[in-house]
């Protein structure tokens, strides 16, 4: 699945997406974010690939809220439903450089194929934001094969070849769900060892100030032996020379 046909899948599914009962971000990811970043009133945020704007919407700080995304349907979701959002953008060529105290990217390492898009992505992402701003990264944790979470998990059963952990652009499926679930979503994303992510945003000119891996939240059927977190979090400042 290319990146173009990934935009348009989720254009296509705004709407499916965002009122998913069992979506993760609004009961683990986002709230986690949230509480590491300590968003001062009156920053500027920005949520880079933000989708459907969930979290920006969960923010309740009164700052200026920005949302970029390359899909046009999830753009006129969000401005449809996402009443706290103050501009919206389908272009990041068009964002202001050096203008955000705040720039958040949420679950967009994964589903973006080519290491030199993602490298992009970051360097883009380094003119953005301001000297002394905060870049925060939200991820599904890559240090696991097969496995069950609370509202999803992952399949690289479509990989004939044996997992090798330090292969990178292996494709695998996320399936948004439960055991109990009426519905669900399922998607392809890029496997990506923690080490190439990590270089790169040190390679890109930003330092990292702090990994955290989320913990799961507790549900019925989870292997007490074997306790995953489903999420990484990778706080960065610039560097300035």
């Known amino acids: 699945m ?3 046909d990934i935009i348009g899948f989720w254009g ?7 009122n998913l009962e069992v979506e993760n971000r609004k009961t683990i990811l986002f709230p986690a974010i949230i509480d590491i970043l300590k968003i001062r009133q009156g920053a500027k945020l920005l949520d880079y690939g933000g989708g459907d704007g969930g979290f920006l919407d969960l923010v309740n700080v009164k700052c200026e809220k920005y949302l970029y995304d390359p899909s046009n349907g999830m753009i ?3 401005k449809a439903n996402r009443k706290t959002i103050n501009r919206f953008y389908t272009e990041d060529s068009k964002l202001p450089l050096l203008y955000f105290n705040v720039i958040s990217l949420i679950h967009v390492v994964t ?13 883009k992402i380094w003119q953005l934001l301001l000297d002394d701003g905060t870049f925060i990264i939200g991820m599904t944790h890559p240090a696991f094969k097969n496995n069950f979470f609370s509202t999803f998990h992952t399949d690289f059963s479509t990989q004939k070849l044996k997992f090798d952990y330090l292969n990178s652009h ?20 890029y496997h990506r060892p923690i080490s190439i992510v990590l270089n790169m945003i040190i390679s890109c000119g930003f330092m990292i100030t702090k990994v955290i891996e989320v913990p799961d939240k507790d549900f019925k059927n989870q292997d007490k032996e074997f306790l995953f977190p489903p999420f990484l979090i990778i706080e960065c400042k610039k560097q300035i020379i």
Not at 173 to 183: I, P, Q, R, Y
């Open 76 to 78: 006129d979701f969000a």
């Open 111 to 123: 589903v973006i194929k080519e290491n030199e898009e993602l490298n992009r992505i970051f360097k």
């Open 2 to 4: 290319s990146n173009n």
């Open 170 to 189: 292996l494709p695998y499926f996320v399936h948004l769900d439960t055991e109990n679930s009426k519905e669900h979503i399922s998607f392809e994303c």
């Open 12 to 18: 296509e599914t705004p709407e499916k997406y965002a």
